[in-house]
């Protein structure tokens, strides 16, 4: 360690170095602050300075720090956010997929007690150690891709005690794995097998709410507002109730059908609202005045061959865009990189807004306000220094991984495509 018994990490030498969003005279935040030939400091997994690297490196020596690394005329960029997955599942649905590509839609496998149900049942005969397990896997991948803080939600379960083993597994994830976790329940994802809308939107209510704010592991509460699962009002009620317990709302909204879940979220001020592919001018407005964070997930309908949300409409709108993922067993990404490239030939994003989409504007979707998704002074040590030169390159290649190494909290935890062995069973 260091003269000062602290852990110190220098990157230098980067042709680019984003260090986040620069916001424009008129509160714009589309274009991104770059620093060329840049460097950082982190202290003890904190940034501390930013700045040209033969300054950076002056103040800071790299042969006095803990780690160092000589960027070498690639770029790094800050730690992906990845606000929305269901990646905490038991079943493989393979065959669905098959299924799709041969005419059957998303509505007539649920229908048919496929999609949602069916992973329902694997999940709710799958043991807390196996959801662990697979869960840990799943986390391996998004952290090579450079996903450093996932949103995780619950929703497999559909009863108080799969729900609670859900979020006891990502509990039992964040703690032993380098990536940063946030629980989100989601008892409301569909109807059971059998049961009544309302009787079991009753049951969340009086039943799963007060166990899971008990359990005080989840920090959300999530409804799927869709024809077919939950109405607005049946909607309302489980985000109301959320909010009597501590969990902060957000909603699956115009996925499928214009629903009115987006207005909602907005009225019980939602973190985020998310899908959004059949998103008004008037959803976009309400959620430009409640500060709700729209959450667009491209490989949702790329796998579904779907149209895309427009994006374009609410960035001139002046409404920053978050991307996800979705990663659940209908939609099998788990890389940001991807969604980034989805976003800029699908949906008419710059390489810029789709970054910003998976790091400052993701964090605000999950309500990270800490400084996750930035390299500022006083941000997390999260960033990844790109096998690139430019930060376009995380859109522009989708053949394999643009990231050689990724660092969480000031520690080297992946490197090429590979989580670092000395990263595995890290506890926080």
Do not use: W
């Not at 207005?263 to 008004?280: P, R």
């Amino acid at each position: 360690m260091s003269h000062d018994d602290s852990e110190k990490t220098v990157v230098y030498n980067s042709s680019e170095l984003v260090v986040g969003p620069e916001v424009d005279e008129n509160g714009g935040d589309s274009t991104l602050s770059v620093l060329e030939d840049g460097a950082l400091v982190s202290v003890d997994g904190e940034v501390r300075e930013v700045g040209p690297s033969d300054e950076i490196t002056r103040k800071h020596p790299p042969e006095n720090a803990e780690t160092a690394i000589d960027a070498d005329g690639r770029a790094v960029v800050p730690g992906f956010v990845d606000p929305h997955t269901h990646a905490v599942f038991a079943g493989d649905r393979s065959d669905e997929f098959e299924a799709k590509l041969e005419g059957a839609t998303y509505q007539e496998l649920l229908a048919q007690g496929g999609g949602i149900l069916r992973t329902v049942r694997s999940t709710r005969e799958a043991s807390t150690d196996r959801l662990v397990a697979n869960l840990l896997s799943h986390l391996d991948v998004m952290l090579a891709h450079g996903s450093t803080t996932v949103e995780v939600k619950s929703g497999y379960g559909l009863d108080t005690e799969t729900e609670l083993r859900m979020l006891e597994a990502i509990e039992i994830a964040n703690e032993r794995h380098p990536v940063d976790l946030v629980a989100t329940f989601l008892g409301a994802h569909a109807v059971p097998e059998g049961a009544d809308a309302d009787d079991y939107v009753d049951a969340i209510v009086d039943e799963q709410l007060p166990a899971v704010a008990d359990q005080g592991f989840a920090e959300f509460c999530d409804v799927f507002c869709e024809e077919g699962a939950f109405s607005v009002e049946q909607s309302r009620r489980v985000l109301e109730a959320g909010l009597d317990h501590g969990l902060t709302p957000k909603v699956h909204a115009e996925e499928l059908s214009h629903l009115g879940g987006t207005k909602l979220g907005a009225e019980v001020g939602a973190a985020s609202a998310d899908h959004l592919l059949y998103a008004t001018d008037d959803d976009v407005e309400a959620m430009k005045e409640s500060g709700t964070v729209p959450v667009l997930l491209p490989g949702t309908a790329f796998g579904l061959g779907e149209e895309y949300a427009d994006a374009r409409m609410m960035l001139e709108a002046g409404v920053p865009v978050a991307l996800a993922t979705d990663f659940n067993p209908n939609c099998h990404s788990r890389s940001m990189e991807f969604v980034q490239t989805l976003a800029c030939v699908e949906m008419g994003m710059t390489p810029a807004e789709a970054l910003l989409g998976s790091t400052t504007n993701a964090a605000a979707a999950i309500g990270k306000a800490d400084g996750t998704g930035a390299l500022d002074p006083g941000s997390p040590a999260d960033f990844l220094v790109l096998d690139a030169p430019r930060y376009a390159h995380l859109a522009y290649r989708f053949d394999t991984t643009a990231i050689e190494t990724v660092v969480k909290d000031g520690r080297i935890v992946a490197r090429d495509g590979r989580v670092d062995s000395m990263a595995e069973g890290q506890s926080r």
